[in-house]
């Protein structure tokens, strides 16, 4: 079976009518509103993800759907949560919080540096922002010397629940090293003991927020650090570009971006010095 009449079997095997005015539709929507570029192979992702909208919502085609997302500020929010990616996980990348414990909070530290802010810039569920957490925690920075305040935003409300909650499968816990592990995390007893909670001393460092990338951001003051990983991957080049010039005005001097690994900053390079394994530290 060649690629056309597999993909004309998918199609016919659909429940709703999906045509490539529907994806287009989509394509714009999404980039104009949030700069995610969905490209054509993920048709089938898009549509197995919003069918189950329509299912839910009683709809028979994606007309009246996109009638929906126009009107109802709700199923717009919906709409946007369910084409977002949000794979994440505790301590991925792990060399960037080794540089963060090992040579950021030493040089804070001997610089008698007090207030610190970092932000994770689509945290989804919070593995990052509680991981950035837990480092400092171990390193001994989220105590009352120091104003040390974590502000984590995603784009999607869904996620950011999650994130708040501050729960996690017990399998989560293999990614954290045992040091992080005692200062931020307990584990669930008798029912729960399948569960991992984030203690409070670390939720009490983070403020989530919902926020759109594409929007005006919230800060006040320089930044010390900014983790945006594996988001910038979604938007085209134009969109990053612009995105990593706001991040160099928003950082203090000295401070660091983290981007993901298959991520790069492009001719914003000139204007960071490049520390290598994705972390860009500005002059
Ligand atoms: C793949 S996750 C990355 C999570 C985490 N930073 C990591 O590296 O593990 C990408 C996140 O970016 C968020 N995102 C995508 N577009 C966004 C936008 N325009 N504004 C804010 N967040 C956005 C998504 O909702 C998603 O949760």
């Known amino acids: 079976m060649d690629a056309i009449q597999a993909l004309s079997q998918i199609e016919e095997q659909r429940e709703f009518e999906f045509t490539n005015k529907d994806f287009n539709y989509i394509q714009e929507f999404m980039l104009r509103e949030t700069g995610i570029s969905l490209s054509e192979r993920k048709n089938s992702m898009v549509y197995g993800r919003l069918a189950r909208r329509l299912r839910r919502m009683g709809l028979d085609n994606f007309r009246d759907y996109f009638d929906c997302v126009e009107r109802d500020l709700d199923e717009r929010v919906a709409f946007i949560n369910a084409l977002t990616t949000n794979k994440t996980q505790f301590f991925r990348e792990k060399h960037h919080f080794d540089f963060l414990a090992n040579t950021l909070v030493m040089k804070w530290k001997q610089q008698k540096k007090r207030r610190i802010r970092i932000w994770s810039a689509g945290c989804s569920t919070g593995e990052e922002p509680y991981t950035i957490a837990s480092t400092l925690a171990a390193c001994g920075v989220l105590t009352p010397n120091y104003d040390c305040k974590i502000l984590a935003t995603d784009l999607d409300t869904q996620v950011l629940e999650v994130a708040r ?40 460092a983070i403020t989530f927020k919902q926020l759109n990338l594409m929007g005006s951001w919230p800060h006040k003051g320089p930044l010390d650090a900014i983790f945006c990983r594996n988001v910038m991957i979604y938007f085209e080049k134009d969109v990053q570009q612009k995105l990593i010039q706001r991040y160099w005005e928003k950082l203090g001097s000295g401070g660091i971006l983290f981007i993901g690994h298959s991520e790069s900053i492009g001719q914003m390079g000139s204007q960071f010095e490049n520390l290598g394994q994705t972390m860009f530290r500005k002059p």
């Not at 729960?167 to 045992?178: E, F, Q, R, S, V």
């Open 165 to 204: 909650n501050g729960t996690y499968g017990i399998d989560a816990m293999k990614a954290i090293p045992d040091k992080m592990l005692r200062h931020g995390f307990i584990r669930g007893k008798g029912k729960k003991q399948e569960l991992l909670k984030v203690k409070p001393l670390l939720q009490q």
